[in-house]
């Protein structure tokens, strides 16, 4: 008797043209198939066979029936109850759900609760007064538009970690919240809370020189970017040993331009490391901060240059340029400038944000072009679309990420898509795999492709034929 991949089982848990009878089929299976729990239009008694084996993946389905969610609100696994809140798509439907886990015993299911913007709001602002610490610091992170009494219980809270939470320098959610203005001086007592405050305090009653000299650099980078910094304390901070308190001075309106552009070959120039006298730990973080200095500089945006663009059309530094393509009132001229930096990022802000249609002759090139700082799903081509006729081009192109762009049309020819299908390179053919346009005899050799991967795709795809699906079953015992 075969032995099925693994990886096709799952593709057909996945595939939404599965008969219901074939579904029965992978359930009684010996797999542990974890997309078939979260399948949608599963039967009842399909999902109790399911909840016997595992329970936490079906409480993840977002299409269970309310009985049995219900049923798995009792279950005495938590992460079970947990997943429930994750899964929750009406917090109307859900209140009965919302209120119990409101009371749950296990603190993950209440922190889990205060996580999700779904959790009705007087429920959610019963969780700032949780007896876990660690539900009320999440509640701070993830309600960033909670009612005023919440905030100011969770940046009042006894416990420390709570009121960090909640006058943080990052959070889960926009808008960041402002702390009230009589609590800031406690605030910036704090030396927890005291790196999310100094952006709301007053210059006027403040001891700015203290904040300058405050070991945190968060501290440090925080009176950076303050709007009221005197000149004197920007030219200190200038000279700071963390790259990010630098770059925070850079990005501001006030510095003179010769002071920026030292400031820019300062943070991406190359890292040179501290004297002996710096201790091992130290010369770490400022090694880490010199190399976080780059994702930053990415994702720099300065309001105030693209409130008044056209200064820094020809600024050396491309976030200046990039904050300049975000603005909507460019001339066209200038918006075809930028169009056509040497930038791929300012290139693309400029596209993203033009009024007019993108040739496709660019669209292209932004998307050529294009290196994420990370590795990521999106690429320019997903907001700036090309025509079917250099969809196909693209089909024999030497650049297998370029290839990839081709399977995006839907009446792509025949013999384009075959060639596709039997390319050198793995993730082309896992792509062509799901594409619908197959013709049934593609289908079934991508099932034997080496890759797992491939294997997967073809069999998620609803084209396959379900006598392939029936034959494969039966020869497996399955």
Known sequence: MPDLPYDFLDGLAENPALPADLVDRLIAAPHNLLVLPRRPGLTEPQLDALIAHDAHSVALNRHLPKPVRRRLAAHPDPDVRAALVVSATDSNEDRELFERFAADPAPEVRKQLAESDRTPADLRARLAHDPAPEVRATLAQYWTAAPEPVRRALLTDPEGSVRAAACATYFRGRPYPAPPADLVPALLADPLTRPGAVAHCDPATTDLERLAADPDPDVRRALAAHPGLPAHLRTRLAADPRALVRLAVLARPDTPEAERAALYDSVTGPFEPPG?????????????????????????????????????LDSPHPAFRRSAAVSPDLPAEARARLLADPDNEVALAAAR??????????????????????PMPWRPADVLPLPAETLRRL????????????????????????????????????????????????????????????????????????????????????
Request: charged content about 30%; glycine content about 2%.
């Open 353 to 374: 944000r033009s009024p007019d249609p993108i040739d496709p002759a660019t669209a292209e090139r932004l998307d050529r072009e294009y290196r994420p700082f990370k």
């Open 395 to 478: 089909a024999t192109d030497p650049v297998p990420r370029m290839r990839l762009l081709a399977l995006r049309d839907p009446e792509l020819p025949a013999h384009l898509l075959e060639r596709l299908a039997a390319d050198p390179e793995e993730e082309v053919r896992r792509l062509a795999a799901s594409h619908p346009a197959h013709a049934p005899t593609t289908l079934r050799a991508l099932l034997d492709d080496p890759s797992p991967y491939v294997n997967r795709a073809a069999a998620a795809n609803p084209a396959l034929p379900v006598d392939e699906i029936r034959a494969r079953l039966d020869a497996a015992g399955l």
């Open 276 to 312: 002996d006298d710096v201790d091992v730990d130290t010369a770490v973080e400022l090694e880490l901060d010199h190399f976080g200095v780059e994702m930053e500089l990415r994702l720099l945006h300065l309001p105030w240059v693209t409130a008044d663009p056209l200064p820094h």
